[in-house]
């Protein structure tokens, strides 16, 4: 049986977790950025926010001992463990208009929405219902003025975060398409469910 589920460079993947469930999303070389987002499993309506989870936090950098909240002012996951502890949940998943915008660049380009919207498609879940994604192993900077930097992760070689969900979930998560966001080049992502007795489950998905 397959342990480790791996998310190819450039792409990404959706499954469901039940509450209970652990996910430990896995960088396997070092400076690479996954982008999560979470919905409701029985109503997709309630999904991840960013501004939730920092109100009810008290902090715009998410680690160990951390809650994720949704919409709904509801527990959807805790952060178990976190071996890096630099994350973000200030930007939006790239897009095909962040190339254009941002990097100058007219071509077609993957990105973390479509490849979100691509496996988040069998759920039902339309391209315009995906929030502000956590932002695992991204490091944004800031300085006391607001100005905003994105500088190359600093995740290396086997790190990882660990995170229980709180209710039952389905969870999108990406393998970031970015140059500027992963230190130039791209790189997988692993990750491994498990049930609350530490059982590895076997996550089906050919949606990549
Ligand atoms: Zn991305």
């Known amino acids: 049986m397959r342990t480790v589920n791996i998310i190819p460079p ?3 993947k959706a499954f469901e977790m039940n509450k209970g469930d652990l996910l430990t999303v896995i960088d ?16 997709k309506r309630e999904k991840i ?22 919409n709904r002012s509801k527990k959807m996951m805790e952060i ?9 949940f200030l ?14 660049d007219p071509s077609y380009h993957p990105s973390c929405l479509e490849n979100l919207h691509k496996n988040l498609t069998r759920f039902s ?12 192993f991204m490091n944004v900077q800031f300085d006391e003025t607001g100005k905003l ?3 190359p992760p600093t995740s290396r070689q086997g790190d990882f975060i660990r995170f ?45």
């Not at 396997?28 to 109503?43: C, H, I, T, W, Y």
């Not at 998943?93 to 990097?103: A, Q």
Request: proline letters at 4%; hydrophobic letters at 35%; aromatic letters at 8%.
């Open 149 to 151: 930097k994105v500088l």
């Open 125 to 136: 879940i339309e391209i315009d219902n995906i929030p502000t994604a956590f932002n695992i």
């Open 80 to 88: 178990k463990e976190d071996t890096n502890g630099r994350n973000d």
């Open 49 to 70: 926010s960013s501004g939730k989870t920092m109100d009810f936090e008290e902090t715009i950098l998410l680690t160990k001992g951390n809650f994720l909240w949704s």
């Open 164 to 208: 229980k969900a709180e209710m039952d979930l389905i969870v999108g998560l990406t393998a970031c398409s970015a140059e500027d966001s992963n230190g130039g080049f791209f790189k997988p992502i692993h990750f491994i469910v498990t049930n609350g007795k530490g059982v590895i489950k076997n996550i089906v998905n050919d949606f990549t």
């Open 28 to 43: 396997p070389e070092g400076k690479q950025v996954s982008d999560m987002v979470l919905f409701n499993r029985a109503d």
């Open 10 to 12: 450039q792409s990404g």
């Open 91 to 104: 930007l939006a998943p790239c897009s095909p208009e962040t190339f254009k915008i941002m990097y100058n």
